[in-house]
């Protein structure tokens, strides 16, 4: 049995409403229609040069950045490691065997990863956690706020502007975030 690749899946998802929000980042939002676009062109150019796919990306990439290219790619998904215990290395991921499809569904469902709940992340998108949760909010449905590489007072800003229903990073990137909310939040609480 052939299993669906995982941005195939997505691609069709993503395409059911194209209308819909799919992220909120300094540049404003980008509709799943216009992720889309953005995506079959990434497709176009990669046919005409080198594939391009996420480990091409550099570690400040934005999370749409991250998006157009984990959805351009057919096959197997490349990320970087943390690099907390050694120099970061490219990861290569391919296709969820139905066990994990099954517990990745179990944790969404868990933290609150819900059609229609705005998420927000402050993890890069070419690391693991960031590229799970971008991954995950489009295929349920729900719009990403990207808080990642964006000065303090930026994504302060962002949040407040946003009001999301869910925040998610890897703890130093929720420390930065609530060091920055006390010092540039204007006794406005998150």
């Known amino acids: 049995m052939k ?106 469902r868990r933290i609150g990863l819900r059609p229609g709940r705005t998420i927000a992340c402050a993890a890069p998108g070419v690391h693991g956690h960031g590229l799970l949760v971008a991954l995950g909010t489009l295929a349920v449905g729900a719009p990403l706020v990207d808080l990642s590489h964006l000065p303090a007072a930026e994504r302060v800003e962002l949040l407040h502007r946003t009001s999301p229903d869910l925040l998610t990073g890897v703890p130093v990137h929720l420390l930065d975030l609530l060091h920055a909310d006390r010092t540039l939040g204007r006794g406005r609480p998150l």
Do not use: F, K, N, W
């Open 3 to 108: 299993l669906l690749q995982a941005s195939t899946a997505l691609r069709a998802r993503v395409a059911l409403r194209p209308r819909s929000v799919a992220l909120v980042d300094r540049h404003g939002e980008l509709t799943a229609g216009e992720l889309l676009d953005l995506v079959h062109l990434h497709r176009r150019r990669s046919r005409a040069t080198a594939p391009t796919g996420l480990g091409a990306l550099p570690a400040t990439a934005p999370l749409r950045q991250v998006l157009v290219a984990a959805l351009a790619v057919d096959g197997t998904l490349e990320l970087r490691s943390s690099g907390s215990t050694a120099v970061p290395r490219l990861q290569r991921r391919g296709p969820l065997s139905p066990a994990q499809l099954a517990t990745l569904a179990d944790l969404g």
